[in-house]
Each structure stands twice: as structure tokens, then as C-alpha cells.
């Protein structure tokens, strides 16, 4: 059943916990992601919105002497029930002047955008092999967590046709397919350009992480400091300092 959640910022979203609710990786990469004035800004499957959302609130907080207007965001949603509570959700906000939801396919982002359309590509990617690893019942969670739609492939490959000239991608993954993503970015002409570690807590092994790459760019990869997210059962004072600016 659809419910109609408050966010801490203020903003409203609609989400449907029997097909996918946002996790703390949508807010940890809107938090890693940097974005400027004026910068038109994609999400590859969006889901229910929530990133464009966190990261138009974001962007409220921008400053610029300069004359660029308001950040421009797209959300890329293949399944049809998550863009439509992704439009209630941005016109529960009325926010349509800045954001848009659009229904495709990330495989064929060539038959949506011209190349080089996007300053910035954000995209929190299914983590999850079909092959060998266990599936949740409900379809649309199905679709969210496990490639079958969409690979790290299809995802690299979209992010490099979209983005202008020195554009920037942003992706939060598991630490597991490290080498699959620099692979698969190499492929497309992305390179990591700066990394940060995501911990449970302090002595467990990192679950995700965060990764920033730029299109053709000079190979120098920045390892930021790790990040911690629980002491115990509560946030650690670093993980919600780390959010407070989109959450």
C-alpha cells in the first residue's frame, strides 16, 4: 500500500513498502554528490524520486555570484508504478518546474538524450547478480536490487553518453564489485576520481561505496577517509553531520 512519508527536510515522498522503499545509500550518495548552480543533473532509475528530491533540496543551499539559474533534475525510471508515485511525489512538493520524471530504459538512453546532455549523472545501480544470489519475492524489488534490467555495464555506458565534456558521475555500490566497476568504467572512458568507504560500524568490513568519476580524465584516484554510520544501534555523530544537507 502507498504511503505518504515526511521527510526531515520538509519535503514529502510517496513510496510503496511491499515494492521498494529509499535506503541510507540514496542518502549517502546525495551527500557525496557535488553539484553546482545551474547544472542539469540526471538520476538513472530513480525509483520512487528520492534522489532528485534530497538533491534539489541540496541545491537550494548553492551560492554563486554568477548569473546560472536553478539546478535542472531528470529521474530515469523504467517501471511504471515507481514513476508514477515519483510524479505524485514531485508534485507534492511542486516542484515540476525543476524536476522531471521520465519513463526508459537506462539501456537505451540514446533513444531519449542526445549525447552530452547532463552535467551530472547519479545513479544508485541494482548491487545484486541474477546468477547465484537470492531474489525477493515482489517483482519491483526484485528489479531494484538484482541486474536484470540493467547491469554495471548498461549503467557506465549510460553515464558516459550522457554526460558533457568533463561531466561528472556519481555512484554508490558494494566493495565486492570494485574491480567489475573500474572495468567497466575503463570500457566507456570513465575513471574514478575520488572514492569513500562506507562502515557499518567500526569493526565490521565496509558495505558500500561512493564513488565519484569524470569522463577521459587524468588517472588520480582520491581515497577519502572512511566513513562510519553505527556506534551500537544510533547514528554516529559523522553519519548524520555527513547528511544533514539533503536529509
Known amino acids: 500500500m502507498t504511503r505518504l512519508d515526511l521527510l526531515p527536510n520538509g519535503y514529502k515522498i510517496f513510496q ?4 521498494f522503499c529509499f535506503g541510507a545509500d540514496a542518502r549517502l550518495l546525495c551527500a557525496f ?5 545551474g547544472q542539469s543533473v540526471i538520476d538513472l532509475g530513480t525509483g520512487n524520486g528520492i534522489i532528485p528530491l534530497l538533491l534539489h533540496k541540496k541545491s537550494l543551499a548553492l551560492r554563486s555570484s554568477h548569473a546560472a539559474g536553478p539546478c535542472r533534475f531528470t529521474g530515469l525510471e523504467i517501471q511504471e508504478a515507481a514513476v508514477r508515485l515519483a510524479k505524485k511525489s514531485v508534485a507534492a512538493n511542486a516542484l515540476e518546474a525543476d524536476v522531471e520524471i521520465i519513463r526508459g530504459d537506462i539501456r537505451h538512453v540514446d533513444d531519449l538524450f542526445q549525447p552530452q546532455s547532463f552535467d551530472v549523472v547519479v545513479c ?4 545484486m547478480k541474477v546468477q547465484g544470489s537470492t531474489q525477493n519475492d515482489s517483482e519491483a524489488k526484485r528489479i531494484a536490487r538484482h541486474e536484470i534490467l ?3 555495464k548498461d549503467v557506465a555506458a549510460a553515464a558516459s553518453y550522457l554526460l558533457k565534456s568533463n561531466g561528472t558521475f556519481f555512484m554508490v555500490h558494494r566493495p565486492y564489485r570494485l574491480q567489475e566497476i573500474f572495468s567497466a568504467f575503463e570500457k566507456v572512458g570513465l575513471v574514478a576520481r ?7 560500524a567500526a569493526d565490521k568490513a565496509p558495505e558500500m561505496i561512493l564513488i565519484e568519476a569524470k569522463k577521459n580524465y587524468k588517472k588520480d584516484l582520491k581515497i577519502e ?4 554510520m553505527y556506534q551500537g544501534r544510533e547514528y554516529t555523530k559523522e553519519f548524520l553531520e555527513y547528511i544533514k544537507g539533503v536529509y
Open 225 to 228: 577517509a572512511p566513513l562510519v
Open 150 to 152: 540493467c547491469g554495471l
Open 124 to 127: 544508485n545501480p541494482p548491487y
Open 194 to 200: 575520488r572514492a569513500r568507504f562506507v562502515f557499518p
Open 33 to 37: 554528490s557535488k553539484i553546482k548552480k
Open 16 to 19: 510503496n513498502p511491499a515494492a
